[in-house]
Nanobody, 115 residues
Framework: QVQLVESGGGLVQPGGSLRLSCAAS????????MGWHRQAPGKQRELVAG???????NYADSVKGRFTISKDNAANTVTLQMNSLQFEDTAVYYC?????????WGQGTQVTVSS
């Protein structure tokens, strides 16, 4: 089993920044990819950003140019730097890790953009 612990959510004003982190621990076997999804009230969970073991990244169109995903292989962590936050970015953000052919999810961290 792999455990994921997320941190960094909170309340921020429009235009502000937040940094989310996710640390993986436990029986980690060859992490293939890591990423972040989010789910806003009444909406389906959607991909925000992902990064493969080789460092290739992909982003939702809505966050391109504002969010940056990165990882630390030695520490088994993935980070999402979120800049220029907008009201529409309000959601619960979930860390996702594909390890040993299995998909693991974090418990979620709330991000609220409000004035």
């Amino acid at each position: 089993q792999v455990q994921l612990v997320e941190s960094g959510g909170g309340l921020v004003q429009p235009g502000g920044s937040l940094r989310l982190s996710c640390a993986a621990s436990g029986n980690i076997i060859s992490i293939t990819s890591m990423g972040w999804h989010r789910q806003a009230p009444g909406k389906q969970r959607e991909l925000v950003a992902g990064i493969t073991s080789s460092g290739r990244t992909n982003y939702a169109d809505s966050v391109k140019g504002r969010f940056t995903i990165s990882k630390d292989n030695a520490a088994n962590t993935v980070t999402l730097q979120m800049n220029s936050l907008q009201f529409e970015d309000t959601a619960v953000y979930y860390c996702k890790v594909l390890s040993g052919g299995k998909l693991y999810w974090g418990q979620g961290t709330q991000v609220t953009v409000s004035s």
